[in-house]
């Protein structure tokens, strides 16, 4: 595809239940970001992988959050044991390189509401 | 650490006003990039610009402009003459050097009216 894929588009989980959210990120683009927007709210930034790097994981809130990415490609953000406060639409994004001087690209979210 | 700050968090204006909106940011290094990105009702963030830390030069492209001063660590836009269509959230983003995570202010809400 053409652009950042993220699915599924809404994701409705009881609380207490895992969810993964997967982000299939521009083919060729080395640099994946997860963030969380809360409603009304700006960015908040979760985790970044860098190719084969270790990632930076300094944004994710808890040790129920965890994301990896497989052959550089596909990530898959999985949130375990949801909670309310988690409700918030999830944002992945990826840029070419390492180069700092290149835009990120969106995929246009996952809505997650835990009930 | 890097940190941005969009101290305007709502603002409306009437179409064909002219609008600024405020960006500074904090950041120990000295190679940088700015950026901004609009998030339309619609949800998906587009990005606008990018501009890098050795390149003070302002640029103007049709109704828009940005206006960067390292002595002041903004990065202001301007929307010229605006437009209903102008009404979205505006984010403001770093990235440096020692940083790679991509920063981003709270966002300015703008509403546009007819």
């Known amino acids: 595809g053409a652009g950042v894929s993220q699915s599924p588009s809404n994701k409705v989980t009881e609380k207490g239940k895992d969810v993964e959210l997967r982000c299939d990120p521009i083919?060729?683009?080395?640099?994946l970001y997860w963030y969380r927007q809360s409603l009304g709210q700006g960015l908040e930034f979760l985790i970044y992988?860098?190719?084969?790097?270790?990632?930076?994981k300094s944004g994710l809130p808890s040790d129920r959050f965890s994301a990896e990415r497989t052959g550089g490609s596909v990530s898959t953000l999985t949130i375990q044991r949801t909670q309310q406060e988690d409700s918030a639409v999830y944002l992945c994004?990826?840029?070419?390189?390492?180069?700092?001087?290149?835009?990120?690209?969106f995929g246009q979210g996952t809505r997650l509401t835990v009930v | 650490a890097q940190k941005v700050t969009q101290a305007q968090t709502e603002i409306s204006v009437v179409e064909k006003e002219d609008v600024t909106l405020d960006c500074v940011y904090e950041?120990?290094?000295?190679?940088?990039?700015l950026f901004w990105y609009k998030q339309p009702p619609s949800g998906e963030l587009v990005f606008l610009i990018r501009?890098?830390?050795?390149?003070?030069q302002n640029e103007i492209s049709g109704r828009y402009s940005w206006n960067f001063q390292k002595s002041t660590s903004s990065f202001n836009f301007t929307i010229t003459a605006s437009q209903v269509v102008d009404s979205a959230v505006y984010f403001c983003?770093?990235?440096?050097?020692?940083?790679?995570?991509?920063?981003f202010g709270s966002g300015t809400q703008l509403t546009v009216l007819p």
């Open positions: 983003a770093l990235t440096s050097g020692s940083a790679r995570q991509l920063t």
């Open positions: 083919s060729g683009h080395t640099a």
């Open positions: 950041t120990r290094d000295t190679t940088y990039y």
């Open positions: 994004a990826s840029r070419t390189g390492r180069d700092m001087n290149t835009e990120a690209f």
């Open positions: 992988f860098q190719g084969n790097s270790a990632p930076d």
């Open positions: 501009r890098n830390s050795f390149d003070e």
